[in-house]
């Protein structure tokens, strides 16, 4: 485990033998072990909101071959007192009889800023002194003492991977994120380094997606899913927010809000999703509904491990707009006009374009002029060039041979049916 940013306590080891190993049978529940460092809380309200799979799902071990998850929380935890700080007693004695794993929401701060004035950052239960006083147990000290025997440690948002808002400059804190604090030699008793699903907050299901997808390494009925250098679900995190983004096309025609509540792309307004890797925009916030550009705000990074310094000022566009976003224009102010030019092609029914007259109710819908029909003709002359056209003599005579071929068929069946001679 490393040393903490000012150097001066003593660096922590990661000699620790873990004080128990999986068990040879089947894995048939495994405990988590929440902790919440400098945590706003929002990423375990993520986390309960999550639909594919539930929380509920985990918990009741309904999901066909995963194993029950015996949740451990502060806050939804039924426990309270003692019997709730019970469980991490024993799971740091090597008492717990279970495989579990830590999932820590928050980031890591400076335990020893704080004791050098007497208090702590965040923590979690009391050791009790020998003169009966209460003293609180850091968060940081739970992570530290019961990392080295979790089969999986997990950072739960932007703040638990990187640091995030706490850790941003100026803080006073010395904040960091789980990785940072643990060090990269970290490997959890299944051989894994920290695993980190980032977002402030994340979405609900890419934390328990992953949740399930490392039980179900652990249970040993699924392969161990891809990560990328950093400890992300490489599934999730590979692409940027901007690829996947509902108003991907307007950027690329060159089109851009220039007012909160339009519908085009939201790059001048200060969006930086062209960069940031995220699915807040195909996977939705909650049950695949709303997520940040699908409801009209802007991408600020909060994925990213340099957020929030690297996105600040916020609603302020990213310097790289202007060069990106011209070129969009020039691009967009040339290719708008064709789509245009295809897009009336495809508004008319073969019929329509015969008869020169669209029959709605609805509106008067105005057809083609000369200019128009010239630019469809040879439009369609690009577009069918080496093929036939419908309706050709070519295909027809496709047709013919088609149903030629059909008739003999019907005609054959017919004979062996004995109904023509
Ligand atoms: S709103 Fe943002 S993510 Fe969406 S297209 Fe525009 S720049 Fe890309
Ligand atoms: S789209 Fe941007 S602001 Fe929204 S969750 Fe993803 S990284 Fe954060």
Known sequence: MADTDSGSAT?????HTPTFGLASG?????????LAGMSCDGCSIAAVGAEHPTVEQLVSGSIPGLPKVVLHHPVLDVEAGEAFIAPYRLAREGKLGAPY???????????????????????????????????????AIWLKDLAPGAAAMIAIGTCATWGGVPAAAGNVTGSMGVMDFLGKDYLSTLGLPVINIPGCSPVGDNFTETVAAVLMFLAGVGPLPAFDELG?????????????????????????????????????????????????VSRGAIGHAGGCMNT????????????????????????????????????????????????RKGNLS?????????????????????????????????QYSGQFTPASARQQSLQADGHKFIGEVKRHIEQQDGLKP
Request: net charge positive; proline share 8%; hydrophobic share 35%.
């Open 11 to 15: 660096r922590l080891t990661n000699t």
């Open 26 to 34: 089947p894995v048939t529940e495994v405990h988590a072990f929440w």
């Open 101 to 139: 794993v830590v999932i820590y929401e928050g980031s890591v701060a400076d335990e020893r800023i704080a004791a050098h004035y007497g208090g702590y950052w965040s923590a979690m239960g009391a050791n009790i002194g020998a003169d009966g006083s209460h003293q609180p147990i850091p968060t």
């Open 232 to 280: 992300r679900p490489a599934w999730m995190f590979k692409d940027t927010v901007h690829r996947g983004c509902v108003r991907a096309g307007s950027y690329e025609e060159g089109v851009f809000a220039q007012n909160y509540g339009d519908t085009e792309c939201l790059v001048e307004l200060g969006c930086w999703g062209p960069v940031v890797q995220c699915n807040m």
């Open 296 to 343: 009209g705000g802007i991408c600020i990074g909060c994925t990213m491990p340099g957020f929030p310094d690297a996105f600040a000022p916020f609603y302020k566009a990213p310097p790289g707009k202007t060069l990106s976003g011209n070129t969009s224009r020039a691009v967009g102010s040339f290719i708008r006009p064709l789509r245009r030019i295809s897009q």
């Open 350 to 382: 073969p019929r329509w374009a015969r008869t020169g007259f669209v029959p709605s109710g609805w509106g008067h819908v105005e057809m083609p002029g000369p200019v128009m029909r010239a630019a469809h003709y040879f439009y369609k002359k690009l």
